[in-house]
């Protein structure tokens, strides 16, 4: 049975909601902004490279991911609004049925369901305040992803620029 890694993104710092419309609109603030730069380069000398990139519709998470200036043959990214809006559970099921030769998936997206799906995977491995704006979390799935029941908290790094 192959080894996987899921790796958990909280998208950067973004600015305050008062200007937008929707919450969905908001960007990133400059912090945010290199604090995603700083994500990328903490992945990259941790060796961990997707093969997918599941992310979430709002434009914090997307500008999130535009900063972590991924390989030139980065993996294919699919915008998935069941994680801007879905609860822990639902992003594992997400996860479950998701493709099945994928060696390491990147999930960007949103507290407190990503912090909550950090905790299904291996309870209290991360701090109780879960993950902060840039916060990583890097599991070891043991399985498939159908199977996905635990995973171990094999890192935990909140990115700064």
């Known amino acids: 049975m192959t080894e996987r890694t899921l790796i ?14 929707t919450d969905l609109e908001r960007p990133l603030s400059p912090r945010g902004r290199r604090d995603a730069v700083a994500a990328g380069e903490w992945l990259r000398a941790q060796g961990l490279e ?12 997307r500008e999130t991911l535009a900063g972590l200036a991924l390989s030139a043959a980065a993996a294919p990214v699919v915008f998935e609004h069941r994680l801007y809006l879905g609860p822990a559970h ?7 049925d998701g493709a099945p030769d994928v060696s390491t998936l990147l999930v960007i997206g949103h507290n407190p369901t990503l912090s909550m799906l950090s905790d299904l995977l291996d309870p209290d491995a991360l701090p109780d305040e879960g993950l902060a ?3 990583i979390a890097v599991h070891v799935v043991p399985g498939t992803w159908r199977d996905l ?5 094999k890192a935990h790094h909140t990115a700064r620029g």
């Open 90 to 96: 639902d992003t594992l099921d997400l996860l479950r």
């Open 50 to 61: 997707p093969d997918l990139v599941l992310c979430s519709t709002a434009v914090r998470t």
């Open 8 to 21: 958990l993104l909280r998208h950067a710092k973004s600015v305050d909601p008062d200007p937008y419309p």
């Open 149 to 153: 029941e635990t995973a171990g908290l």
């Open 133 to 135: 704006t840039s916060g």
